[in-house]
């Protein structure tokens, strides 16, 4: 029998699906990895860095522990939908909390499911070395009669189909798509599957940065973005730190004459002073306590086109990579209207389709 921790198989990234045989093709969920371990009567959740998760979603154990068999070794993903069918990874983040009382209020208020995409073992056999399109089959017949909150993922062999997902289902929150080949056997951290994320860009209002952790005062750390909504306020929509070290020190320099009078009409001011309050943005929580999060305030005069993959609310899901300074763009052009929007989709397509 498999025993914790285990490393899960990992992906990297891709330009886009793989042509030819021998690919299997799957949803790229938005939520936390985790694989499931059923021996004997108990249910164990490890994270994706091998930690424990059992006290974080206390509401899947049960329902785990009564349809998976003994001996049994899931990989898939922890998920939390919305009402309106759309995967919610902010719900995830609110259930790593210190109290138990609240956990167990976000549990009945908010509960997860767990959907699983491999097989590592079955009635105490490793699969590990077994085939990724054998491990598919022995997946399917053990949860051929599953119900809420386990799931099957969808998986394909056409490419086409794949191709329709990586654009139809991202309206319900899905990152992208995995392509794994079949005769492949699972390799634990190891890089082998090929993940194919969703990629925009945009062009944002540069309006402070933060200095970075290992050179203060001589390196830039992130420059934190804006964007305008309908009625002229700016808001934060995330940062963007993809900069060489030489680039950081470099934007020292650039954005120095930026910073002259930047506090006295910054549309950001009411959020405190600049240097340690730690308000927004970036405010101090749980996830990033102990981290600096002053930032120095910038003229809003500069804007930059980022490459982003998709919004979380009014955000970017992700941190941004940096393209290039758009000199010939006026800040009150960045708005949320330049945004690609997706159409929804509800979550019961996704796990319909086949």
Known sequence: MLKPPIAPMLAKLSTA????????????????????????????????????????????????????PAGCVLDGEIVIADPSGHLDFDALLLRI?????????????????????????RDGEDLTGTAQAK????????????????????????????????????????????????????????????????????DCVVAGFRWHKNGPGTMVGSLLLGLYDDSGTLHHVGVTSSFTTAARKQLVAELEPLRAGAAENHPWR?????????????????????????WEPLRIERVCEVAYD???????????TFKRWRPDKPPSECRYDQLEETPAAELKQIFGAR
């Open 17 to 68: 699906l793989p042509e030819g045989d021998g690919w299997l093709y799957e949803p790229k969920w938005d939520g936390f990895r985790a694989l499931v371990f059923r021996d004997g009567s108990d249910v164990y959740l490890q994270s994706r860095d091998l930690k424990p998760l059992n006290r974080y979603f206390p509401e899947l154990l049960g329902p785990l522990g009564a349809q998976l």
């Open 97 to 121: 909390h210190p109290a138990e009382s609240r956990i167990k209020l976000l549990a009945s208020q908010t509960p997860a499911s767990y959907v699983a995409f491999d097989l590592l073992a």
């Open 135 to 202: 491990r598919r089959e022995l997946l399917e017949k053990i949860l051929s009669r599953a119900t809420p909150p386990l799931y099957l993922t969808p998986a394909t062999r056409n490419r086409s189909v794949a191709g329709d997902w990586f654009s139809r289902f991202e309206g319900a929150g899905l990152d992208g798509v995995v392509a794994k080949r079949l005769e492949e056997a699972y390799q634990p951290d190891k890089r082998v599957m090929l993940k194919v994320k969703h990629a925009r860009t945009a």
């Open 270 to 294: 009411d959020w405190a002073s600049w240097a340690g309050e730690q308000r927004m943005p970036g405010a101090t929580s749980r996830w990033n306590r102990g981290k600096d999060l002053s």
């Open 310 to 320: 998709h919004l979380q609310g009014d955000r970017f899901r992700h941190a941004t």
